[in-house]
Structures are given as structure tokens and as C-alpha cells.
């Protein structure tokens, strides 16, 4: 640099003299504690038990099966030999994460809430329609008739 003294004129007025080191250093110091913090995020996003920006929780059904689904490793479009692999396994169908063992082929109209809510419904529908039985049949025994 001392042989280019019109060069380090040019870089001073641009803000890179020896005035600006501290400058630079808090740059380099905000930079690396955001990368970090991404960082961090990014590994929480891979092996995060929560999910990533859910604001609703997940229902616990969901949380139980949530082991069942793996992430699914795509090979590299040049290795002919990892391709057809992928391809015999039935890899290439459905989207790119499925649960294990079965070949997701995006026919499902339901989605897992959906399924969730009507099982709920049904449940509370029969214990609605037992708690009214028993008032029916308890009714009719204060009466006096015979009730199995």
C-alpha cells in the first residue's frame, strides 16, 4: 500500500483508513453475532421439537407421531447409479418429506387438523348421546318401568 499512495487516498474518503478500524471491528463484531444467531436458528429449525414460527401449538396426536416423518435425502442428478436407487424405491413420488415406509402420493384431500376435529366431534357426539340415554332411562325407572 505505500506504493500506491493515490490507491490509499481513494480508500481513506471511502472509509477504510486506519481511523475507521474500530468502525470496522464493531462491523465485524455485529456480523459475526448475527451469523451466529441464523446459525443457531437454522440448527433449532432442523431438530426443533416445537416446529418453526408455529404460533398455534401443535396438537399433542401431532407431537406423538412427529418421529414417524423423516427428512428425505435427494441424490446428487449426476450419480446414475444413486438416481435409478432413489427412483426403484419409489423416492421420487410425493413431496420431499414423508412419513417413513410409506409413499406419500399427495392424494389426501384431509389434512391432519381436519381428521383431528372430526375425531373430536364424534367422541363428544357419544358422550352427549350416552349422558341423554342415561337421563332417558333413569327417568323412566323413577316412573316405575323396567329398563335393561
Known sequence: MDKFPAARKI???????????YFWKQVSKALLC??????AAWLWNETSPLGWWTLKPRPKEEKELAHLYERRKFPYPGDEEAVKEFIAS??????????????DTG??????????????????????WLRMRNEVIAELREKG???E
Open 145 to 147: 318401568f323396567d329398563v
Open 107 to 128: 392424494k389426501e384431500n384431509d389434512n391432519f387438523q381436519k381428521k383431528m376435529q372430526s375425531k373430536k366431534f364424534e367422541q363428544e357426539a357419544l358422550k352427549l
Open 90 to 103: 419409489g423416492g421420487g413420488i410425493g413431496t420431499s418429506i414423508g412419513p417413513k415406509g410409506i409413499i
Open 11 to 21: 480508500l481513506r474518503k471511502m472509509g477504510f483508513g486506519e481511523e475507521n478500524y
Open 34 to 39: 448475527t451469523y451466529a444467531v441464523f446459525g
